[in-house]
């Protein structure tokens, strides 16, 4: 088992900036690929970027390339979400989740494959 604690959500500004942390306990981390996933009111959830093992090879879906960042600390068993320039449509709860996988494996994309989520937090973006 996997625990994933959610941190740093709030409400903040278009243009501003808020940065997420994922801490997970219970096995170790870094045999898990870690991604963040986001669900807005009435709509599916959907991936936003995650990280392999090594966090040598990120994916970001394609709204939040140039603006958002996910990193890792090993050392620390946490996974990190830096939002730069957010915008209204960025408004959502957002999820860690994690995957027991290979070292050389892509990141997965879909929310099925993943083992373990957190209880999400909740990011609010204002107009």
């Known amino acids: 088992q996997v625990q994933l604690v959610e941190s740093g959500g709030g409400l903040v500004q278009a243009g501003g900036s808020l940065s997420l942390s994922c801490a997970a306990s219970g096995q170790t981390f870094a045999y898990y690929s870690m991604s963040w996933f986001r669900q807005a009111p009435g709509k599916e959830r959907e991936f936003v970027g995650g990280i392999n093992r090594s966090g040598g090879r990120t994916n970001y879906v394609n709204s939040v390339k140039g603006r958002f960042t996910i990193s890792r600390d090993n050392a620390k068993n946490t996974v990190y979400l830096q939002m730069n320039s957010l915008k209204p449509e960025d408004t959502a709860v957002y999820y860690c989740?994690?995957?027991?996988?290979?070292?050389?494996?892509?990141?997965?994309?879909?929310?099925?494959?993943?083992?373990?989520w957190g209880q999400g937090t909740q990011v609010t973006v204002s107009s």
């Open positions: 989740a994690a995957r027991r996988e290979n070292p050389f494996a892509v990141v997965r994309t879909t929310p099925a494959e993943y083992d373990y």
